[in-house]
């Protein structure tokens, strides 16, 4: 599709949440450099975000944990939110999330009372006007990268968005075939695959799927932190720091497990006993302070299979979202497009 003029949109944040940060994918390569990816703890909810309004899927997006989010644009805009359930308006009317959402100027969107997992996702369509860090949005506090917003900001888009309008709000647009989670479960169950230490650990297989743990309040990007019971490896002496991988189950001194996230540190000298598949990693990243979880073990096929089957879908969204698109005259990004930021990449 031909590409149109961008029009220079301002949202001004009137509230700001508890902590809304800039996001996207996170950072490509970086792990090399002793930097960690980052990007949105929930990937799955920031890159069906983007998809719903045109963009690349590692476009930057808003990450809103908690409380109150609210803004107004100076210009018309489309929209789409993802993640948790929670209360979107719209000039003071409802609309429904993971759908896209036409906003008209100078009207009040208003994200609150989220409920079941811990951050919402909020995607324009156009290029968002923020800093980066190694080819990424996604903050990176340890390096001076925070990305945090606050209210009374002015942040600046270059809206791709023209002239369609949606006179009423509380019904969707379109139907699409949106995946999406469901974060309804009192106790979630996250699949898992054997790690370096696990044969090393007698009776953690049936401690883990036969066990209901809870996320403890000192859990953030870095790892989730969960009480529960434990069990320490047997005669494995001093380990030698090697890298880990998003999802990694540690078990340092202490009689606590530790789920790493995106904002690791690269290693570690703590085993690791087992290690979250790829297809449950956007589940933990929505997992808040007093959610109860437990653990499946499953094959390694049968791991890549869960998560080739997420991007199908996600695939299938695209292309349904980019020929409706065409056919209505609303503009989508390419992801091949020449002008993508290094470091963004599919979830």
């Known amino acids: 599709m031909a590409a149109k003029p961008e029009q220079a949109v301002t949202l001004s944040i009137s509230e700001a949440g508890w902590l809304s940060t800039f996001q996207d994918l996170g950072r490509e390569d970086s792990e090399f450099m002793g930097v960690p990816c980052g990007g949105a703890a929930d990937q799955h909810s920031a890159a069906t975000a983007n998809i719903l309004v045109g963009n690349r899927r590692g476009a930057a997006l808003l990450e809103i944990m908690g409380g109150r989010f609210a803004f107004t644009p100076s210009h018309d805009i489309f929209i789409s939110i993802t993640g948790t359930p929670a209360e979107v308006t719209v000039g003071g009317v409802p609309v429904p999330l993971w759908q896209p959402v036409c906003v008209p100027a100078r009207t009040k969107v208003v994200i609150s009372k989220a409920t079941g997992g811990m951050r919402n996702y909020l995607a324009f369509s156009g290029d968002l006007d923020t800093p980066r860090f190694m080819g990424s949005a996604a903050p990176e506090s340890r390096m001076g990268f925070p990305q945090r917003l606050a209210a009374g900001q002015q942040v600046g888009l270059a809206s791709r968005y023209r002239g369609f309008s949606q006179p009423y709000l509380g019904q969707p647009l379109f139907r699409l075939p949106v995946p999406v989670p469901d974060f309804s479960p009192d106790v979630w169950t996250v699949e898992v695959v054997d790690g370096p230490e696990t044969d090393r650990t007698p009776g953690i297989r049936e401690l883990l799927s036969g066990s209901t743990y809870t996320v403890g309040g000192k859990s953030d990007h870095v790892g989730l932190r969960l009480d529960g019971p434990v069990i320490h490896p047997e005669g494995l002496g001093e380990i030698v720091s090697h890298g880990v991988p998003i999802g990694a189950f540690e078990i340092p001194h202490g009689d606590e497990l530790i789920i790493l996230g995106r904002s690791r540190t690269l290693t570690a000298g703590y085993p690791i006993v087992a290690v979250a598949t790829k297809a449950s990693l956007p589940l933990l990243g929505q997992a808040s302070p007093g959610r109860k979880m437990t653990f499946r073990w499953v094959s390694q096929e049968a791991a890549v299979e869960r998560w080739r089957e ?23 990004a390419d992801e091949t497009d020449s002008e993508t930021p290094p470091g963004t990449r599919a979830a």
């Open 310 to 332: 997420q991007q199908r879908l996600l695939c299938a969204l695209e292309e349904r979202v980019h020929n409706l698109f065409a056919a209505v005259g609303l503009p989508f």
